[in-house]
């Protein structure tokens, strides 16, 4: 096949996962690898980066998970304006909760992060327009923050061009392969040759993932609202989330913002962008969470979005070499909070540096390898109303 573009590696999806990719792959100081990173759309982004309100809490019960996400918050913090240190707090309306808190509190510490059981009070003083009434327990976490996801996918983007990397706007619609081997990509800017590829498309890796080992990545619907315009506010509330509810809210500065995963999970096929058509039933789950915010902040929707990101069987993304096709990699299923980290734990796999097992293992994409895509399908949306589980896995 005749090829239009000829690299080393091409990574297909500029996300902020693809774009940290092209970013940590060129930084190793060899420029003389040729790297391209296809999106069909750099400006505006159509994935989930571009509508993510940027939660990022370091604490997860998965020990990877928050390893992935320490590393993460280590490298946003040196992006300009890419990381804001808000803190985050979560609040237990049960004794059950305010005891799966102090659980969630122990094993923070221990994992080296900063956490603090508070009071009500306290708590009320961080986030005043956010918190009302009698909470059984407050937990802080002073490091956490709010990523400005298109903010840092700009900056891996432009510090990967500045390295050579090219950015190529095109629509990738087959992934070429012979012999187990991958040979390039297929685009509507014609076939790019290269020696290793890499599927960093989100909630639109199904399509390219073709493979006899189901990749279970399935795309969920999730209803967030934007409050109407205040003033700037003097002081940044921290994100406030009610684990038991499934509530988060957060200060965007001059506007509130509530999402909620307290409904039954929808699977959602994307079309072009990572927004799908609004759910009827998603306007009683707002109206519910707007319940846990003060009167006096006269939180009013100005614009409500059902946002589309993936879910998979164990939470976990998958990230690693696909194990059918030599040369051929994946990135997918990445949360923000977790994106600098699996793309840095990937360049490490694709430059043939030491790796941490246990992060191989858990990540690997080849896990689910045997098993049923429904059944699999089925797990995943059972998980959605379990992403703040707050009861210990031995539990
Ligand atoms: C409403 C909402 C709230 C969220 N809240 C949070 C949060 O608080 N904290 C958090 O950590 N995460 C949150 N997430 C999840 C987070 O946004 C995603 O996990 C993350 O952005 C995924 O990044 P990505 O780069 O893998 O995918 P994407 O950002 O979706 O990027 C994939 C890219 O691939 C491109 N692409 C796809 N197919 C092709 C193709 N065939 N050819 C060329 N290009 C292609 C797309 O155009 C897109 O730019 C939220 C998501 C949503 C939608």
């Known amino acids: 096949m005749e090829a239009s573009y000829s690299a080393d590696l091409a990574i297909i ?3 902020i996962v693809g774009s940290a990719l092209g970013y940590f792959l060129s930084s190793s100081g060899d420029n003389s690898k040729k790297i391209v990173l296809i999106d069909r759309s750099f400006a505006p982004l159509k994935g989930s980066t571009g509508h993510a309100p940027g939660f990022v809490g370091q604490y997860n019960e998965s020990e990877v ?3 992935l ?24 309306t049960s004794p059950a909760g305010a005891e799966r808190l102090k659980q969630r509190h122990d094993s923070a510490k221990r994992a ?25 327990a407050a937990l802080h976490f002073a490091g956490d923050g709010a990523a400005n996801a298109i903010r840092i996918t700009t900056f891996f983007q432009d510090e990967a061009r500045a390295r050579g990397v090219q950015l190529l706007q095109a629509d990738a619609t087959k992934i070429q392969q012979a012999n ?17 590829v890499i599927i960093a498309t989100g909630i ?32 940044r509330a921290p994100w406030v989330r009610w684990p038991e509810h499934h509530v988060y809210a957060r200060d965007h500065g001059t506007f509130y913002g509530l999402g909620s995963y307290d409904h039954p999970p929808f699977a959602q096929q994307p079309n072009e962008t990572a927004i799908g058509d609004w759910i009827e039933d998603f306007g009683a789950t707002l109206d519910t969470a707007m319940k846990f915010i003060p009167d006096s902040t006269n939180l009013e929707i100005r614009e409500k979005f059902n946002g589309i990101f ?3 069987p164990d939470n976990m993304p998958l990230v690693g070499a696909v194990a059918e096709v030599a040369g051929l990699y994946m990135a997918a299923a990445v ?11 990937l360049a490490q796999m694709i430059q043939g540096e030491a790796l941490d097992e246990t992060l191989k293992k858990a990540l690997d994409p080849n896990r689910f390898k045997g098993r049923e895509m429904k059944e699999l399908t089925q797990e995943s949306l059972d998980g959605y109303n379990h992403i703040y589980k707050t009861v210990a896995s031995s539990e």
């Open 310 to 312: 993936s879910m998979t």
């Open 180 to 196: 187990g081997q991958v040979e390039g990509v297929m685009t509507t800017a014609g076939f790019v040759q290269a020696k290793k």
């Open 335 to 345: 949360w923000v909070t977790h994106a600098a980290g699996s793309a840095k734990f």
């Open 65 to 67: 998970l928050t390893r």
């Open 112 to 136: 080296g992060l900063e956490a603090e059981l508070i009071t009500t009070e306290q708590a009320i003083r961080m986030a005043p327009a956010l918190i009302k009434g009698e909470y059984t």
């Open 69 to 92: 996400a320490k590393e993460t918050v280590h490298e946003y913090r040196r992006i300009p304006a890419g990381f804001d240190v808000v803190g985050g707090l979560e609040l237990a």
């Open 13 to 15: 999806g500029a996300g």
């Open 204 to 235: 639109w890796a199904p399509e390219l993932s073709d493979f006899q080992t189901p990749i279970p990545i399935i795309p969920v619907a999730h209803p967030y609202m934007y409050g109407k315009y205040h003033e700037l506010s003097e002081h």
